[in-house]
């Protein structure tokens, strides 16, 4: 998969005329194939603007957070690089104080903060191995704005 999304990435470069940049992380989102593939389509169409994935996350992982200018590719689950994206803010807040402006702008299912109050809850509670009630309205979440800027 690393040839693919080097020359994925250069294709990018190549159609953009910039100086070479060196190959950004890539990722899917969500924790399985459905989900996956899912939010690749709608980061490609242009739905999905934002990402919020757990400060719990980062420091497990010991990944450094994602800042304003900074390039990712995001892939299918198997891989398949989509997308090009570039950070536009990036904020930690906390979990009871994320607003229905960024659930919107996270594209998925009906949009609504009630929505992604529930599917949040409970992707936390399954990436942390608890239950969903221990992701308390102070858990802090880091919200990732960006758009998109190559696609496939």
Same mark, same amino acid.
């Given at each position: ?63 450094? @957070? ?5 390039? =990712?590719? #995001? $892939? ?9 994206? /570039? *950070? ?37 509670? @399954? ?5 969903? =009630?221990? #992701? $308390? ?9 960006? /758009? *998109?800027?190559?696609?496939?």
């Amino acid at each position: 998969m690393k040839k693919s999304i080097d020359r994925f990435w250069q294709q990018f470069l190549n159609t953009h005329a910039l100086v070479k940049l060196p190959c950004p992380p890539s990722f899917y989102f969500c924790d399985n194939r459905q989900d996956a593939d899912v939010c690749a389509t709608l980061v490609v169409q242009g739905i999905k603007q934002a990402t919020a994935p757990s400060l719990w996350w980062f420091d497990k992982h010991k990944e450094n @957070r994602p800042e304003v200018g900074d390039y =990712h590719i #995001i $892939t299918k689950w198997d891989g398949t690089p989509v997308a090009v994206i /570039q *950070t536009t803010a990036v904020a930690m807040i906390p979990f009871g104080q994320v607003d229905a402006g960024f659930a919107h702008a996270e594209g998925e299912s009906d949009r609504s903060l009630v929505q992604w109050q529930e599917v949040h809850r409970a992707y936390y509670a @399954r990436e942390m191995g608890c239950e969903a =009630h221990d #992701i $308390t309205d102070d858990f802090p979440v880091v919200c990732h704005h960006f /758009q *998109t800027v190559f696609c496939a």
